[in-house]
């Protein structure tokens, strides 16, 4: 053991002490918290009878009456009789009962602070209990949900307990809003719940007792809010009580990243190219890299290569300003953003971030500032535009403007410190209400990465074995392949190369189809925003995008054919061939739109929702060929 280890070791050993000495003088501050709520959940068990002699008449009238009343009580003077009755309500209501835990979670939710809540405990149903008591001051409450999904689930799910109440229920998803209204019956949707939302406007769901919505929702409308010029356009009210549900991943891990409104900026896609290829002349020693703060600076070596190269007296001068920024852009993409790691290039040159925590392609985000465009440049593909930002916030600056702020999650107790630091936000850890049977093990640690990637394989082939399914997640595209070199260095003897070979290929043909379906979603959803805007297409675009149908819908049928039909019969480069068209053809009207946004032909909201569509067809193609590929056993450019 090194001396460096070895103290490191002391230190946290004499931490443990303190904290163990703490403990003994002062007591548990958890357990202290427990039993202070406990007492509170005596007083709410007491009133319990009274609530359930009461018809569902005589419920409503109370709650009316402990609303009233708040205008010589506070809210936590009435609390136990509004959980009580909110309780009781929801037993009768959604059938079912809170808890006494789930007391104790709405009860630390109420106090704005962060309810660590084991999986499976209805973290949904706790939040029922702060949000009915907050939501009778009339200032509204918002509910944060991870996705626009949950945000209908939950919204009408637990409308029906709010209605029964008297409180109005807004939600806010990507491209829709809509009002929990027990006499509206939209026979369309497939979810009877979900059937109960009356599409109404972003104003009338934030006017509604409580929101349901994403925190990128609620962030844009508050972004956007703040460019109008006219009070009356304003969509949210004040800021005053939000429940952010998964809150270590809002608050913590999405801390930092910006909610970004941008437009279209004048800037020559010409200089990123030439100075990506100015970058690309320089040697390690010309710049210095800081992985852990993803910096790069620029060496004395490196500043006079640049100026040799660019032929100038000296780089940081007023005027050479926007060739700062343009060095330092394809500095950060050469260095710090890696191929098939940070972000992938698509066949036809189109640069997609690839999500940090999930692995995930992110398509249509992009990095701002310039940086997307000097990875294009970098990777030799097509430069788009550059946007400039007109307003933005980060999540971490956003949901402090909360005058009271709480969450709920599984995992909080690990980053305790940085919610009380960042936040001011005390974390409780809430009791399961029965003992958790679970066996969580030890971590496991390697000394080398190989080692580590060998033994996940080798886990994952003893699971399949005992036939239990398998869901691996890692960081990058890159570890998810070296996962995947491994789980084929395991597998089972007996499967042939071919077979193996047989097998990617299916698996391959399954993605390209549910992403078919992704697209085909994403076209609707455009058509979706754009019915509900202002804009309206022109009949040259309908005619241009039924144009784009009409190739996309042969290159369907063309693979439909390869699907069904033995190899043989099929004349795989008939797709090939349309997918060229429908990239020519995209390409076309993407050049055309450009020229009659300038020319003010129809607006730029009309021309991206346009542009938007086609694009989805042109991925469309690609997904085809994909899967025309897997099937047929070749590639395009060997056909």
């Known amino acids: ?92 209501v959604l059938g ?58 939950d919204a009408s799910w637990m409308g029906k307990l709010y209605d029964f109440l008297g409180l109005s229920v807004g939600v806010i998803i990507n ?75 809002i608050l913590i891990d999405e801390a930092r990243t910006p909610l970004i409104i941008s437009a279209p900026a004048a800037e020559n896609p010409e200089s990123y190219i030439q100075f990506a290829q100015v970058i690309s002349q320089l040697s390690k020693d010309d710049y210095e890299v800081d992985e852990k703060r993803r910096s790069v600076a620029l060496t004395e070596s490196g500043i006079d290569k640049i100026e040799k190269l660019l032929n100038m007296k000296n780089l940081y001068t007023p005027e050479h300003s926007r060739a700062v920024y343009h060095v330092e852009q394809a500095l950060r993409a050469e260095t710090l953003f890696k191929r098939d790691k940070d972000y992938v290039v698509t066949n036809d040159g189109e640069v997609i971030i690839v999500d940090e925590h999930t692995g995930r392609l992110m398509n249509g985000r992009r990095y701002n500032e310039g940086l997307h465009q000097a990875i294009e440049a970098k990777e030799k593909v097509p430069v788009l535009q550059e946007s400039m930002t007109l307003a933005t916030i980060s999540f971490q600056n956003f949901f402090r403007l909360y005058n009271k702020l709480s969450g709920m999650t599984g995992t909080a ?11 001011s936000l005390e974390v409780v850890q809430i009791p399961s209400n029965k003992p958790v049977i679970r066996d969580d093990k030890e971590d496991l640690i390697f000394k080398t990465e190989k080692a580590k990637l060998k033994a996940v394989a080798e886990a994952i082939k003893e ?74 297409f022109t009949e040259n675009q309908y005619d241009n995008i039924k144009h784009m149908f009409e190739l996309t819908d042969d290159a369907l049928s063309q693979m439909s054919v390869v699907l069904i039909k033995h190899k043989r019969e099929v004349d795989v480069n008939r797709t090939f061939a349309i997918e060229s068209d429908i990239n020519n053809y995209r390409a076309l009207l993407r050049t055309q739109n450009i020229n009659d946004i300038n020319e003010h032909k129809y607006s730029y909201t009309a021309g991206t929702l346009y542009m938007d569509i086609i694009q989805e067809c042109e991925k469309l193609g690609d997904y085809i060929v994909n899967v025309v590929e897997a099937r047929m056993g070749v590639r395009q450019q060997d056909a």
């Open 1 to 92: 053991m090194s001396k460096k280890t070895a103290k490191k070791k002391n230190v946290m050993v004499e931490e443990n002490k303190v904290d163990k000495l703490l403990t003994t003088v002062f007591g548990d501050p958890q357990k202290k918290i427990l039993r202070r709520l406990q007492r509170k959940v005596d007083e709410i068990n007491d009133l319990s009878e009274k609530y359930e002699k009461m018809s569902d008449e005589k419920l409503k009238e109370t709650f009316e009456k402990l609303k009233k009343s708040l205008s010589k009580k506070d809210l936590d003077d009435i609390l136990p009789d509004v959980f009580a009755l909110v309780r009781e309500a929801s037993t009768r």
């Open 413 to 423: 107790f690990t980053e305790a410190e940085e919610f009380q630091q960042i936040y």
């Open 175 to 249: 491209d829709a809003s809509f009002i929990f209204d027990p006499e509206y019956d939209n026979e369309e949707h497939e979810d009877e719940n979900m059937r109960k939302l009356r599409p109404a406007t972003r104003k009338e769901a934030y006017a509604a007792d409580i929101t349901y919505g994403t925190n990128n929702e609620f962030g844009f409308d508050y972004l956007r809010d703040n460019m109008v010029n006219e009070v009356d356009l304003l969509r949210q009210r004040e800021l005053n009580f939000a429940i952010v549900d998964e809150v270590d991943s």
């Open 463 to 536: 699971y399949h074995a005992q036939g239990r399914p398998v869901l691996v997640g890692s960081g990058s595209i890159e570890k998810n392949e070296q996962i995947a070199k491994y789980l084929d260095q395991v597998s089972d003897a007996h499967l042939s190369d071919d077979t193996k070979e047989k097998v990617r290929d299916m698996l391959r043909e399954i993605a390209e189809i549910e992403s078919i379906g992704d697209s085909c979603f994403n076209i609707a959803r455009t058509i979706s925003r754009l019915r509900s805007s202002k804009e309206e």
């Open 96 to 153: 079912m009962r809170h808890f006494d835990v789930q007391l104790i979670g709405g009860m630390v939710l109420h106090e704005g602070k962060v309810a660590e809540m084991k999986t499976g405990e209805g973290k949904t149903l706790v939040a029922t209990l702060p949000v009915s008591l907050n939501a009778m001051e009339g200032k509204g409450v918002h509910v944060v949900t991870v996705n626009d999904y949950l945000a209908q689930r």
